[in-house]
C-alpha cells in the first residue's frame, strides 16, 4: 500500500505465517499510516493471540489517520498495557505481548520515525545497504551480551534466549524504549517477531531486502524464508519504504545513533515476576 503522511510518500507490505510448530498465530501487525507495529502475544493458547490484538486494536483506534506525537504514541501504548491486563489467562500465566514498531510523526515541522519497542520483537533501518538493527531487545540474552558473559553467536543458542525482561501487560507500569530518528528518502524499516531473527540470519535478511524491490513481496518472502528454516516460531514481517519526501531533493540517509532515545521456543517471562507473562 501507499500513501503520504508527514510530507513521507511511503509503500508498505506485511505478511505473517503461524509456523510448521504452532497451532495459532499469536502475532498480530498493524500496518496503517501512521502506525507499523508487530506484536508477539504471551500467555499460552488463546490469551496471547488475544493480548497481541488487543494491542494492535487499541493503537488502531488511538493512532491510525491521525498525526501523531510522542505523548500520543506513549498514552496509547500505557492504554494497551491496562487493557491486557485485563486479560483473564489460565492461572499463574497472565496474557501479554512485545510490542515493536515505527511511527511517522512531524516534529518542528520535519519528518521523524518514533521507533517504539517493549520485549524481543525488532525494528531495524536499511539505509545504503546497510541494515541497523534500532531496537535493543529486552530480554536474559541481551543483558547477557551487555555484560559481555556471552557473544552473540552463543546468545542465539542460549538455553535463556526466550525469556524477555519487559513485556505489555506484565505486573505493574511498563518501561518502554523509544528513538527518534529523522526520516530519510530511501529508507527502509523492517519490524518483525523473533519468529523471523530465530531462523534468519542478519546477513539473510539484508540479502533479501536488497533482492526485493517490493515491500509486500519482501515481507512475504523473509515469512516463506524463516518458516522453510524451521519455523518454530509464529513468524511476522512489515516492511515500510520512503520513496520521497516532499521538499527533500537528495537520498541521502543519515541516521540518528541507537543511543539517541527519548527515554524451549516459548518466550517466557524472567522468574520472580509478581504476574507471570510466558509464551
Known amino acids: 500500500m501507499t500513501s503520504v503522511t508527514a510530507g513521507v510518500h511511503a509503500a508498505w507490505g506485511a505478511a505473517t505465517d503461524r509456523g510448521r510448530r504452532r ?11 501512521p502506525v507499523f507495529v508487530v506484536a508477539d502475544g504471551m500467555g499460552g493458547h488463546e490469551a496471547g493471540e488475544v493480548a ?20 500520543l504514541v506513549d498514552a496509547a501504548i500505557g492504554e494497551a498495557h491496562r487493557e491486557v491486563q485485563r486479560i483473564e489467562a489460565r492461572p499463574g500465566r497472565g496474557a501479554g505481548t512485545t510490542v515493536s514498531g515505527v511511527v511517522l510523526a512531524e516534529v518542528a515541522g520535519e519528518p521523524y520515525w518514533i521507533v ?17 538493527q534500532i531496537s535493543v531487545d529486552h530480554s536474559e540474552v541481551q543483558e547477557l551480551i551487555d555484560a559481555g558473559t556471552v557473544t552473540r553467536a552463543q546468545a542465539a543458542h542460549h538455553p535463556r534466549r526466550h525469556v524477555v525482561t519487559r513485556a505489555i501487560g506484565a505486573a505493574g507500569g511498563i518501561d518502554v524504549d523509544y528513538w ?67 521538499g527533500q531533493d537528495d537520498g541521502s540517509s543519515a541516521t540518528t545513533p541507537r543511543e539517541a532515545a527519548l527515554t524451549d521456543e516459548d518466550t517466557q517471562p524472567r522468574a520472580g515476576a509478581a504476574r507471570e507473562v510466558a509464551r
Open 180 to 246: 527518534l530518528l529523522p526520516v530519510s528518502r530511501g529508507d527502509r524499516m523492517l519490524v518483525c517477531s523473533d519468529g523471523l531473527t530465530g531462523e534468519l540470519s542478519d546477513h539473510d535478511v539484508t540479502t533479501t531486502l536488497l533482492a526485493e524491490s517490493d515491500p509486500q513481496a519482501a515481507a512475504e518472502r523473509l515469512v516463506a524464508q524463516a518458516v522453510r528454516a524451521g519455523g518454530r516460531d509464529n513468524v511476522t514481517v512489515v516492511v515500510v519504504d520512503v520513496r520521497e519526501i516532499d
Open 23 to 33: 497451532t495459532l498465530n499469536e502475532d498480530a501487525f498493524l500496518a496503517s499510516e
Open 116 to 132: 517504539v519497542n517493549l520485549g524481543d520483537s525488532r525494528t531495524y533501518r536499511l539505509a545504503r545497504g546497510v541494515l541497523e
Open 52 to 71: 497481541s490484538a488487543c494491542v494492535v486494536d487499541v493503537l488502531s483506534r488511538r493512532l491510525v489517520g491521525r498525526a501523531v506525537s510522542h505523548e
